[in-house]
């Protein structure tokens, strides 16, 4: 902020700060009239943006409803792909997806809230490596997820790990796109609890483990739920990744973790039904779309919930 | 008896008990362990960008072995499968930029535009119920908004205008405004969270003055948020130049050096997903042409967090 | 009881230990006083000790002894270093970063910073109770009995648990609601609950950083009751801003002052007087204390 030059004489401030009081105020209060008109424009302006948003939200939800309802039926979930438009489901692709997501979780729960403990309740936050962690994970939260498909090619299907095109690999790469989103919602839950808390417990003899594992772990527990529902969200959506580690089209029998066969995912499989010409396959990835939403809605209400019901208040 | 000596002999403690220990009983091992296996989570975090690094890296430099960096930065024919071969990369990231320009196009005016009425003007009941919705706008795969976006807005708009689609059914337009719609919620809620966080005294000096809504929002409240603001466009962009599956889907996978909405364009990320899923084998300059244009797309990624964190940082500094 | 030795001693007693115009039996009372003095238990032997916080120094100077089944009060205005000094006495300070505790600080005789020490174990023996009531977010029942479980003690946990809520004078108020909400309580209640919750792993001193000053005047009279009861199995430090507090319930007093460097940067806390409460509130020895305990200096 500009301050008026302190070497100039006093009444000559003076002035300029009054001078500036003025326009300030003028540049706020400026004729009455012309304000209403331009205030309600506004306001109409504002309302047109925001029915925008809520439309353009319903238009995606209701036209999946509107194209992808007739395919809905229990065959959607038994049959496999097929040529054919009318045999052709979701069932190895739903199994991958299912499969996939105990990958990840499985993954991320004990990593996930290691760091974040680590990093709340342990790292002294003035060290230089400990800012770089949390830089890290800040950081890898914006990656493009495809580039995480990258990483997996690279890294875990060829490679170190070199685990092939399995599921297991799609699970790992799923699971370290997430990873950051899981760690900074553990972060919050657990900051959430307050350090009277700790001293409390600190200060009858309890060593800082015991304190977290039974005071800071417990409290923030609904909050680390709420994080890794979402977590789980954002990796049944996500397609790009598994396009590149794997995941195929065509596959038709149920996957296994470490079956080198081949395996699928909702998503990969919505995308290929909508790519195919045919006007049948894209009512059927409208289906699949419904299917993903209708799941996704059911795990964020539980996760809403569950915050709603078991959030600690202090 | 000197009635001194009788005191003093009544008053002098005893040896009492010995003074209790104040050592540890056993050098709690356990605790150490479990500290090292949580830094070795955190430490994971670290090992993951490493590991991004290094998997782009080798072929990338592999591959700049094989071509030059200014024909790959600048040159202007991308068709690294044709013989002959060429690589300048320019019309990959024109692809990108067009579409997310569209998308930022869209989402910016509506993204800030929202967020200045759930922060200034909604009735908390209101923002109570239209918050959680347009977040959960945020939520939806890019796969099903891709989907949306082919089966129903590509020929929806192209009857409507047709000089959004040269060739339906890919546009970067549609693809621009698919995108947009998937941002406008970042937009929308880090603005509406900087802009709340401006203290309500900056407000009500305004008001106090005689200002109407419509200027405390402009003139006081959105400078005053500005650094969030920002930051909340730069990830929206970010996330709109990261996108992979709408552009599969709309925009194309002809790689035409264009920013004209209604031709099909094909952006780095596209590029990416249609190569890898490919016939292509490990070592060869086209497996190595995913890692090139990887690198590009994370570095420019990178730099749109990088700044994006900092300003994060610098508007929550400046009310806590 | 009729030998004559013993009571003519009988005697000598009486009369040394009534007050008296005689100026012998006072002089005699003084002297006992200070016999005592020499040779009672003391729990902490501060001499010297500073504290600074990231080089800055928050307290210095500061020596005086804590002696058993005492209530010493540490006064004075705010930012002078008593909590500062009171977090010593039980290694509360490590968990700040950067706090650096200098001087000699003996607990019954043991160096409390010696190289061997661990802080879990002090914490154990000394507890402290704080000024905004922290019970834990469990039930009653869990709040007493989480010390004695996590530091493993033996016994029937209900025992425990009743032992602790009778001696924090708690126990008829809440014994129907044991597995009730801690939240549940009042204010003036949590922090019973705090003090019963401190006394449950049975330490030998209670550290109390002003433990009344959230909570209303009957609470306060409450808590001021206990203490009194209390001391006579514990050692109690309690910092308060209450002088009228500390007048009424502690037998010895400290007061603490703060200087205030050039340039008004630095503000370190250090002891001016430390002695019999009487002493400090009605003679005390320096202008600074007497400014400060009637009233001028705030």
Known sequence: ?314 | MDARNVIGALSAPGAGPPPPALTAPSPRYGEKVIKGLLALCALLSVLTTTAIVVSLLAPTVSFFAEVSLPDFLFGTKWAPSFTPSSFGVLPLVVGTLSTSLYGMLVAVPVGLLSAIYLSEYAPPRVRKTVKPIIEILAGIPTVAIGVFALIFLSPTLAEVFPFLVNIPPFSAGIAGLAIGLMIVPIIASISDDAMRAVPRSLREGAYGLGATKMKVALRVVFPAAISGIVASIVLAASRAVGETMVVLLVAGSSPNLTFDPGSSVQTMTAFIGTTATGDISPGTVKYDTIFAVGTLLFVMTLVMNMFAIRLVRKYREVYE | MTDPDVRADHDAIEEAVTPGANGLSQRIVAEQHAERQAGADKVFEIEDVAVAYSGQPAVKNVSFPIYKHDITALIGPSGCGKSTLLRCLNRMNDLIPGAAVSGSLRYHGQDLYGPKVDPVQVRKLVGMVFQKPNPFPKSIFDNIAFGPRVLGMKGDMDEIVERALRRGALWDEVKDRLKENAFGMSGGQQQRLCIARALAIEPDTILMDEPCSALDPISTHKIEDLMLELKQDYSIVIVTHNMQQAARISDRTAFFTVDVDEGERHRTGRVVEYDSTDKIFQNPADPRTEAYVTGKVG
């Open chain 1, 1 to 314: 902020m500009s301050t008026i030059d302190p070497r100039l004489p006093g009444a000559q401030r003076t002035r300029l700060a009054a001078a500036g009081a003025r326009s300030v105020t003028a540049s706020l209060t400026d004729g009455r009239g012309r304000d209403k008109v331009t205030g309600q424009i506004f306001y109409a302006l504002l309302l047109l943006a925001i029915a925008f948003a809520l439309a353009g939200l319903c238009a995606i939800v209701v036209q999946a409803f509107v194209k992808g309802s007739p395919a809905l039926s229990l065959s959607l979930f038994t049959d496999a792909p097929s040529s054919s438009a009318e045999r052709a489901g979701f069932r190895p692709a739903l199994m991958g997806t299912l499969y996939l997501i105990l990958g990840v979780i499985v993954l991320v729960v004990p990593l996930g809230i290691g760091a974040a403990v680590y990093l709340e309740e342990y790292a002294d936050k003035t060290r230089w490596w400990n800012r770089l962690v949390e830089l890290n994970i800040q950081n890898l939260a914006g990656v493009p997820s495809i580039i995480y498909g990258i990483l997996g090619l690279a890294f875990i299907v060829r490679g170190p790990l070199d685990l092939g095109f399995i599921l297991a690999a799609g699970s790992l790469t799923l699971g370290l796109l997430v990873l950051p989103t899981v760690i900074l919602a553990a972060r919050e839950a657990i900051r959430a609890v307050p350090p009277s808390i700790r001293e409390g417990s600190l200060a009858l003899g309890a060593t800082q483990w015991q304190t977290i594992r039974r005071q800071v772990l417990p409290a923030s527990i609904p909050g680390i739920i709420t994080g890794v529902i979402l977590a789980i969200s954002r990796a049944i959506g996500e397609t790009a990744p598994l396009l590149l580690v794997g995941a195929a089209t065509f596959v038709t029998f149920d996957p296994t973790f470490l079956g080198s066969d081949g395996y699928s995912a909702l998503p990969v499989q919505i995308f290929n039904y909508a790519t195919r010409p045919q006007d049948e396959f894209r009512v059927l990835a409208s289906a699949g779309v419904i299917v993903m939403l209708v799941v996704l809605l059911a795990m964020n209400a539980f996760a809403v919930w569950l915050r709603n019901r078991y959030e600690q208040q202090w």
